[in-house]
């Protein structure tokens, strides 16, 4: 009789791969490749991060988007702290991620702003009535459909999120949460937020 289950987490299952071919291709998304290396780090990277928030062991966390490499590291680095990614479909509106948010006690949601044809700005406005925590919206290029990338902004910025995270997101969250619990004003390169009632758009120099 064969043996299917090893007794191994999905995690470790993942590391071992990681062990065997650090330089072998993982993960393509048009441009974009990783290797099995570059994957574990960013998946690291993402663990802590999340960590930092206070999501861990048990924690079911929404997790909704397309077929991005974002998505890989990010359901790794869930599933690294222990938490439970909870897979909700790209097309799933409010009401949808409202009820699962019910069912399982979710302590955070991540999403893209819009997709296709469904917009969730309306959503980050339902967030913002029903919660008083930081606001941070990860903004993925294949995102933004239909108008520019500043109209985009001043859209989520006038609706309560609090910063916008460009390009590749591992690091500038690190600084971004350090900022936010020393109550600074970042720094970072690639952050847009409001400051003293003026739009701030640090352009990505790396």
């Given at each position: ?19 065997v ?49 974002e998505?890989v ?13 909870v ?6 509106g409010?009401r ?5 948010s ?7 949601w991540i ?10 700005i ?19 290029i ?10 985009v902004?001043?859209d ?11 390009g590749d ?5 690190l ?5 936010i619990?020393?109550?600074?004003a ?12 003026k739009?701030?758009?640090?352009p990505?120099?790396?």
């Amino acid at each position: 009789r064969q043996k299917w289950w090893l007794g191994v987490t999905a995690i470790e299952a993942f590391d071992r791969t990681c062990d065997v071919y650090p330089e072998k291709e993982a993960v393509v998304e048009g441009q974009n490749r990783l290797t099995f290396s570059q994957l574990r780090e960013k998946t690291k990277q993402a663990a802590l991060a999340f960590h930092r928030l206070g999501i861990g062991t048990g924690d079911c966390v929404l997790l909704q988007a397309p077929n991005w490499i974002e998505v890989v590291y990010i359901y790794l680095g869930l599933q690294r702290v222990g938490a439970i990614p909870v897979m909700c479909l790209p097309r799933h509106g409010q009401r949808e991620l409202e009820r699962f948010s019910t069912l399982t006690e979710a302590k955070a949601w991540i999403g893209p702003p819009s997709f296709g044809k469904t917009d969730f700005i309306p959503m980050v406005k339902a967030i913002r009535e029903k919660f008083t925590v930081p606001i941070i919206l990860l903004e993925n290029i294949h995102s933004v459909v239909g108008y520019s990338l500043l109209k985009v902004h001043q859209d989520f910025l006038d609706l309560g999120v609090d910063f916008i995270v460009l390009g590749d997101p591992e690091e500038r969250c690190l600084e971004l949460i350090n900022s936010i619990k020393k109550k600074n004003a970042p720094t970072i390169d690639g952050i847009i937020f409001q400051s003293q009632g003026k739009k701030i758009i640090k352009p990505i120099l790396s």
